[in-house]
Nanobody, 129 residues
Framework: QVQLAESGGGLVQTGASLRLSCTAS????????MGWFRRPPGKEHEFVAA????????LYANSIKGRFTISRDNAENTVYLQMSNLSPEDTATYYC??????????????????????WGQGTQVTVPS
């Protein structure tokens, strides 16, 4: 059983930066792709970014491309989401997740929230308009 815990969210102004962290306990992220998803107020979950188990494949949603960067530190069992130039449209609860199948790196899997079986509780990011 893998436990994922996000941190780093907060209330920031437009244009600010935040770094979200997601640390795994009672399990490992080694060998697994990791993803970030978000749920804006009143909307469904949406894909934000994903990183393959090897770190060689990165995927980003068009809405955040060029502003967010996903990275991982397998030794620390942690995945990060560096967010810059935040706008009110980025307001959401952000979740990290671990892909169910090890050593998968295909785009279909990494972008599909139904392919992730371990999720954190989420961290809130609020950018007032």
């Amino acid at each position: 059983q893998v436990q994922l815990a996000e941190s780093g969210g907060g209330l920031v102004q437009t244009g600010a930066s935040l770094r979200l962290s997601c640390t795994a306990s009672e399990g490992s992220i080694n060998g697994y792709a990791m993803g970030w998803f978000r749920r804006p107020p009143g909307k469904e979950h949406e894909f934000v970014a994903a990183l393959s188990f090897s770190g060689q494949v990165t995927l980003y949603a068009n809405s955040i491309k060029g502003r967010f960067t996903i990275s991982r530190d397998n030794a620390e069992n942690t995945v990060y989401l560096q967010m810059s130039n935040l706008s009110p449209e980025d307001t959401a609860t952000y979740y990290c997740a671990r892909l169910a199948n090890p050593y998968y790196s295909g785009t279909y899997y990494l972008k599909n929230r139904n392919k992730y079986n371990y999720w954190g509780q989420g961290t809130q990011v609020t950018v007032p308009s």
